[in-house]
T-cell receptor, first 114, second 116 residues
């Protein structure tokens, strides 16, 4: 089955710096790759997603890149702010987003220091 | 955007009792709902997938007689933890999606279950 590895497990940056989180997946049939932000005691919130027919997607300070050949995808946050501090999860699915079994990475705790 | 709610947000119960958790899609019809479990500082693990009007499909290792899932309407799914034990203590999160909507899942805020 699918396996998703996520690195690093913790990341600390200064406010204004960029943060990069990387994930690799094992199932070459995976076609949907979302990123979620989870604050303490809350459910995951979708922040950006990418599908296998696209190599890069950007939404303001957040971008995701996908390398299908290498089977890895990355989350890039620029101009980080203290409110970006949270746990970020990547996920992968071979059945798309709405019907598929999302396989999650283990999460990255991002701390943005003012 | 799509909103999914869960009730209760927190519940404490005694060992041996049953607990019901509700998951509602507030502004869309959820043809599929998913139930996840999350241990402290760990990732989300899918427990089961339910389609409205059908029996839930459970992931390997999840006891269907212990975790009863009902998806009787397009806006409500329930998870009942039967004869709860301390090892069932966890954060339970649902998500919902619609075949008529964006190809993504919308997550609820989660329910913290503590079994004494």
């Amino acid at each position: 089955g699918e396996n998703v590895e996520q690195h690093p497990s913790t990341l600390s940056v200064q406010e204004g710096d960029s943060a990069v989180i990387k994930c690799t997946y094992s199932d070459s049939a995976s076609n949907y790759f979302p990123w979620y932000k989870q604050e303490l005691g809350k459910g995951p919130q979708l922040i950006i997603d990418i599908r296998s027919n696209v190599g890069e997607k950007k939404d303001q300070r957040i971008a995701v890149t996908l390398n299908k050949t290498a089977k890895h995808f990355s989350l890039h946050i620029t101009e980080t702010q203290p409110e970006d501090s949270a746990v970020y999860f990547c996920a992968a699915s071979r059945y798309g987003g709405s019907q598929g079994n999302l396989i999650f990475g283990k999460g990255t705790k991002l701390s943005v220091k003012p | 955007g799509a909103v999914v709610s869960q009730h209760p947000s927190r519940v404490i119960c005694k060992s041996g009792t049953s607990v019901k958790i509700e998951c509602r899609s507030l502004d869309f019809q959820a043809t599929t709902m998913f139930w996840y479990r999350q241990f402290p500082k760990k990732s989300l693990m899918l427990m089961a997938t339910s389609n409205e009007g059908s029996k839930a499909t459970y992931e390997q290792g999840v006891e269907k007689d212990k975790f009863l899932i009902n998806h009787a309407s397009l806006t409500l799914s329930t998870l009942t933890v039967t004869s709860a034990h301390p090892e069932d203590s966890s954060f339970y999160i649902c998500s919902a999606s619609s075949v008529a909507g964006p190809d993504t899942q919308y997550f609820g805020p989660g329910t913290r279950l503590t079994v004494l």
